[in-house]
């Protein structure tokens, strides 16, 4: 995606602020490698415990939303699947 699109809520063509986006998040395990970007791209959704696991919310908080694409964008395996839809 563009940068631009990392910047949240974007106003419509009145001017007006769009509705948040909601995200539904989901991590391939047979991809994932756990090189842990994601947890460097977005820290405050995706976190590798010390049991080598690796956490996140399906849904998370809207405010996460560009911090979610970038880390879908940067993992080397494409493990991450990022489900975008309008609130």
Same mark, same amino acid.
């Given at each position: 995606? =563009?940068?631009?699109?990392?910047?949240?809520?974007? =106003?419509?063509?009145?001017?007006?602020?769009?509705?948040?986006?909601? @995200?539904?998040?989901?991590?391939?395990?047979?991809?994932?490698?756990?090189?842990? /970007?994601? @947890?460097?791209?977005? =820290?405050?959704?995706? @976190? /590798?415990?010390?049991?080598?696991?690796?956490?996140?919310?399906?849904?998370?908080?809207?405010?996460?939303?560009?911090?979610?694409?970038?880390?879908?964008?940067?993992?080397?395996?494409?493990? /991450?699947?990022?489900?975008?839809? @309008?609130?």
């Amino acid at each position: 995606l =563009p940068a631009r699109d990392l910047r949240g809520p974007r =106003p419509d063509r009145d001017g007006r602020a769009m509705s948040p986006v909601k @995200q539904t998040v989901d991590v391939d395990g047979e991809h994932c490698h756990l090189y842990g /970007i994601c @947890q460097h791209e977005a =820290p405050a959704v995706f @976190q /590798i415990g010390d049991d080598g696991r690796l956490r996140y919310p399906k849904r998370p908080d809207s405010a996460h939303g560009g911090a979610v694409r970038q880390a879908a964008r940067m993992c080397p395996t494409q493990a /991450i699947t990022v489900k975008e839809r @309008q609130a």
